[in-house]
């Protein structure tokens, strides 16, 4: 038995108004007047100067505006980088992310694929990347996907989706400032809060648990379930947006360590055939796992009927029997979730009848 290395991010800033501190955390940092730093800006902030007004850009620093609409995909990233190679002099200084998920991951890829040859697409899997990556801060302003911890960039390419799992991925600074969250619309709120409930069901209740992820997962949840449940503002209140930024953490160590489960790897497949961001789509999944995760279930419908969230019906109802074998193709796949989810005899629990079963009631 080998057990992993797993490393963190080793430098963390936490407060409400920490963002001010950007420039400072970034100055040192800075490889020469030729080396710029490159913001990979989330564009909901492109007309917001109470955000982009803090940003300092010296010499050729300067910020790229991308839309999270989409699940980030390895062509972006590709394309991504033969711009920034093409635009700057020197090999950049470092790539800060700012945003959600989408962002953070881009920002890691990025960082990556400068420094490794190739397509993004090559390196989709576990440990592939030969390469350390460039300097990259992520600074997340939504919560719940884990992406400011995990060790992963989750990117859909030409064949699959899948993440580039390294060492080299985790960021080498997060700021943590709650108050950067203070605009995310109610729907987008609740459904990237779910994304990180259902890392710590999906981690509490795997066989993949130990005391490490335990440990982290325990605390996420609770802090879930205060949130989502006992708020009466959660979404405006300041303890609450902090809360809910520890929360993710937590809930990204704790799968650190262990594994996700069911609702990921089906959630996976929507988004690979439908394009179903991330968050929403572990949401609709969730929502028919009643046999595979019942409390955790049974307290998800409880939070979204408190939030007056309606998740999306039938979005598979059109679907024909070849659309059906793409997903549950995508989602077998998975292994790893499958059997921490299942345990070790998972594929003679989880068939693909089973699967389409599920999939038809979305
Ligand atoms: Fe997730």
Known sequence: ????????????IFGRGSFNQLNEVLAPKRL?????????????????PWLTSRISLYYDDRIIFISSKEEPKTSQVDALVEEIILNTKE??????????????????AVAIMLTNEGEAKDYQGWDLVKNPAIYHVGIPTISGTGAEVSRTTVLTGPDKKLGINSDFTP?????????????????????TGMDCYIHCVESLKGSYLNAFSQSYGEKSFDLCKEIFLEHSNPITDTEAQEKLMMASWHGGMSIAYSQVGVAHAMSYGLSYLLGTKHGIGNCIVFDQLEDYYPEGVALFKQMKAQHGIELPQGICAHLNDEEFDIMIDVSLGLEPLWENAIGKNWKKVITRAKLKELYQKM
């Open 91 to 108: 090999r950049p200084s470092g790539i800060i992310g700012i945003g959600g998920g989408t962002l953070l991951d881009l920002a890691k």
């Open 171 to 191: 960021f080498d600074q997060v700021i943590l400032d709650s108050e950067l969250t203070k605009d995310v619309p109610k729907e987008q709120w609740f459904y």
């Open 1 to 12: 038995m080998s057990y992993k290395n797993f490393p963190m991010v080793p430098r963390v």
């Open 32 to 48: 020469g007047l030729n080396a710029p730093f490159i913001f990979l800006v989330d564009d909901v902030f492109k007309n917001n």
